[in-house]
């Protein structure tokens, strides 16, 4: 089995299913309803994954202030692996209903682990039914690990590192909100419309091709040199509602080949939780 690190095919996965090193991990989640991903794992998933909740084992939510989907301690985030059964020595592969927002930020999270050797199922569950990939019901027993390790320095961006940065003129961010929620003409989830003055927007959508799974890496290519303008990837902040769907980008940067960008992880949830901080509307 070679390294995935960004993105794998149905066709990849389903010929590397008896791998001894392979954690498959569902991150379906609806923001309207946390719970439905947990309901609808023991209905039908992939055979052999484990279940992963956005809320209760990719965030903390007990941190205040912090945005909707707060980054946990560490310690924290590694006594969940330890419960998948996943080590540092596993190949994971994340996957989600479709479009793999969800499963970008497991992606993220043990990237900054340092754990390069996961990647997204591209096409998601949706994908994987359509090309007959063999599925199980139930709750599988997962037998525990111990997985130990520490985030990378500098590696997340705060909102005090975001502010000087802005501040200096030299990074580009990049929200990956939908246009409308960025213009501010609508905004179902944050108290304030709008966005960071200085923004750019790209909708993690326009990653996609037609809902079959991400673009190729040439087009994204072509599609993040033109964003970018001649910025490099590690002047670059990505930033989304709550720090999920900016690791969409990221990791569509990174399929790329323009790695090195960070994500600011509050994004406009933290900003907008402070109402002193400046915000910019596009209606019109």
């Known amino acids: 089995m070679a390294d995935w690190t960004t993105l794998v095919t149905t066709a990849e996965l389903q010929a590397n299913l008896d791998a001894a090193q392979l954690a498959i991990v569902d991150c379906r989640f609806d923001l309207r309803d946390p719970q439905a991903g947990r309901r609808l794992f023991p209905l039908g998933h992939i055979a052999g994954a ?3 909740s956005l809320d209760d084992d990719l965030s903390d939510l007990s941190k205040v202030g912090r945005g909707r989907h707060p980054l946990p301690d560490v310690d924290q985030f590694c006594l969940a692996l330890g419960r998948m059964g ?19 930020r497991l992606w ?46 500098g590696a997340v961006i705060t909102t005090a590192v975001l502010a000087a940065r802005l501040a200096s003129g030299d990074t580009l961010l990049v929200d990956a909100r939908a246009a409308e929620r960025f213009r501010g003409e609508v905004e179902p ?15 993690f ?7 079959m799974g991400f673009k190729t890496a040439l087009q994204l290519r072509l599609e993040y040199d033109r964003l970018l303008a001649g910025k490099a990837p590690a002047d670059t902040i990505l930033m989304c509602g709550s720090g999920v ?13 323009l790695p090195g960008a960070r994500v600011y992880a509050g ?14 509307r596009s209606l019109g």
């Open 189 to 203: 989830l944050d108290p304030v419309a709008g966005h960071i003055p200085g923004a750019r927007n790209r909708p």
């Open 205 to 211: 959508t326009e990653n996609l091709a037609g809902g």
């Open 86 to 104: 996943i080590t540092a020595q596993h190949q994971v592969v994340a996957y989600d209903g479709l479009d793999g927002s969800i499963a970008a």
């Open 50 to 52: 484990c279940y992963a």
């Open 108 to 153: 993220w999270m043990l990237n900054l682990l340092g754990h390069t050797r996961v990647a997204v199922l591209d096409g998601g569950l949706e994908g994987w039914i359509r090309q007959g990939g063999p599925m199980a019901t139930g709750t599988p027993r997962v037998r525990a690990k111990i997985y130990k390790a520490r985030y990378r320095p």
């Open 267 to 280: 994004s406009w949830s933290e900003w907008c939780n402070d109402r002193s901080r400046p915000v910019e």
């Open 245 to 257: 769907t900016a690791c969409h980008n990221l990791l569509a940067m990174t399929h790329a080949g």
